[in-house]
């Protein structure tokens, strides 16, 4: 019962440098989010996306960008990594169409350092 | 700005007593609310939700309150016990609309054993 899974859990990146988060769900689930958390800043949303092909920009996009090519994967690309992006990423999933009574489910995140 | 608050960044309460979690919203469009709870070191889990043609809606210990004209929610736990200590963030989203959820900055919440 995978869910939503998340990798790597843990990455240290030097500034400049370029990584990808991965993030796939097994729950044939048609909306997926890229959150981040910082410390007293709640969970902000980075991208969206309500199906393959299309994605859209949620409240701090600016660094990253997103790809959506099958329903089950979801990944975040940094591009050019900064300080300011050190924080933990979170990767969820949700139904369509359910309206009330919809939810939506959360990978364990990943650690990011830019250093 | 912030869509959706959570004034108290933490709470401190004794267990088998109430804890009470607030929550305010700027967007009147936000029509569908949930409350997730999260541990350290793991991703936000569920916990419960309302829409806002209800006013109330209970969940074993847990009971939410909307309060549509003020634009407020709060989490009802009762009684507390020492699991229950974690962050809890609300969010809302509108349901017939994008499927964004938007959510608060969380409060920690400690129960004291």
């Known amino acids: 019962n995978a869910g939503v899974t998340q990798t790597p859990k843990f990455r240290i990146l030097k500034i400049g440098q370029s990584m990808t988060l991965q993030c796939a769900q097994d729950?044939?689930?048609?909306?997926m989010y890229w959150y981040r958390q910082d410390p007293g800043m709640g969970l902000k949303l980075i991208y969206y996306?309500?199906?393959?092909?299309?994605?859209d920009k949620g409240e701090v996009p600016n660094g990253y960008n997103v790809s959506r090519s099958t329903t089950e994967d979801f990944p975040l690309r940094l591009e050019l990594a900064a300080p300011s992006q050190t924080s933990v990423y979170f990767c969820?999933?949700?139904?369509?169409?359910?309206?009330?009574?919809?939810?939506?489910?959360f990978g364990e995140g990943s650690w990011l350092t830019v250093v | 700005d912030q869509q959706v608050k959570q004034n108290s960044p933490s709470l401190s309460v004794q267990e088998g007593r109430i804890s009470i979690l607030n929550c305010d919203y700027t967007n009147s469009m936000f029509d569908y609310f949930l409350w997730y709870k999260k541990y350290p070191a793991e991703g936000p889990t569920f916990l419960i939700s309302i829409s806002s043609i209800k006013d109330k809606n209970e969940d074993g210990r847990f009971t939410v309150f909307l309060n549509k004209s003020a634009k407020h929610l709060s989490l009802h736990i009762v009684p507390s016990q020492p699991g229950d200590s974690a962050v809890y963030f609300c969010a809302a989203t509108v349901p017939s609309g994008t499927y964004k959820y938007i959510f608060g900055t969380g409060t920690r919440l400690k129960v004291l054993a």
């Open positions: 996306s309500v199906g393959a092909g299309i994605t």
């Open positions: 969820a999933s949700s139904p369509p169409g359910q309206g009330y009574g919809n939810t939506i489910y």
């Open positions: 729950m044939n689930h048609n909306y």
